[in-house]
């Protein structure tokens, strides 16, 4: 692939963009950020129930939704995550065989934003109708380094864990992309935003309805 990966990046956000509008067209919501089961246990992730809208869908027939994402059938599926939710900086692939480049080799950079006033939380199920503060500043998802999470697992991020995300990118060797990062904005569209993005214009983007004055110069 073209060996710009910054580029890639972006268009891996746009791909699960695009997903998440996809199934947003076939049930009428967003998908959930996290599945629980009858215990109340944590059990599935968004980025599985998005799977048939990343052509995907032999991967999503083979998981099984009546155990855990680290249950023992699920298990045998965590080397086969998509490339779609890999940034191509983040590690190499190559490193696989070592019991660290195995363990990387099955987390994801691209999380959802979960905060009590965002798009995303809990088991909450939220439409395009509930983004008051306009689907164009308003963000979905991120890519982020310092808090990838297995792909499977339904773990994301908040707010805060995003903004040592975006502090700790403005330099080489802690971030995917040096001098910020990506993310995906409720319209479908993926912008980069500075790692010297002021805190208050952050938290302006992750809320759905706090009414903030969008960022200067976005």
Not at 69 to 86: A, E, F, I, V
Request: negative net charge; aromatic residues 10%.
């Amino acid at each position: 692939r073209g060996g710009h990966p910054r580029a890639d990046c972006k268009n891996n956000l746009k791909q699960i963009a695009i997903a998440l509008h996809s199934y947003h067209d076939a049930f009428g919501t967003f998908p959930p950020a996290i599945v629980y089961d009858q215990q109340g246990r944590a059990a599935h992730s968004w980025r599985v129930l998005i799977l048939p809208y990343l052509e995907e869908q032999s991967l999503y027939d083979r998981y099984q939704f009546d155990e855990p994402w680290n249950g023992p059938n699920n298990s045998k599926l965590q080397d086969m995550m998509p490339n779609t939710y890999h940034c191509p900086s983040f590690y190499k692939l190559e490193t696989s065989s070592t019991q660290l480049g195995q363990h990387l080799s099955r987390l994801t950079n691209y999380v959802l934003i979960t905060s009590p006033d965002g798009a995303f939380h809990s088991d909450h199920f939220t439409t395009i109708e509930s983004f008051t503060d306009g689907l164009s500043f308003t963000l979905l998802t991120a890519e982020v380094r310092q808090h990838a999470v297995h792909w499977m697992a339904p773990e994301d991020v908040s707010p805060t864990q995003l903004l040592t995300d975006l502090r700790l990118s403005r330099d080489e060797d802690s971030s995917n992309h040096a001098g910020g990062l990506h993310i995906g904005l409720a319209d479908g569209a993926v912008r980069w935003i500075p790692h010297n993005t002021l805190e208050a214009d952050l938290h302006g983007l992750t809320t759905i309805n706090g009414s903030e004055p969008a960022p200067s110069g976005f």
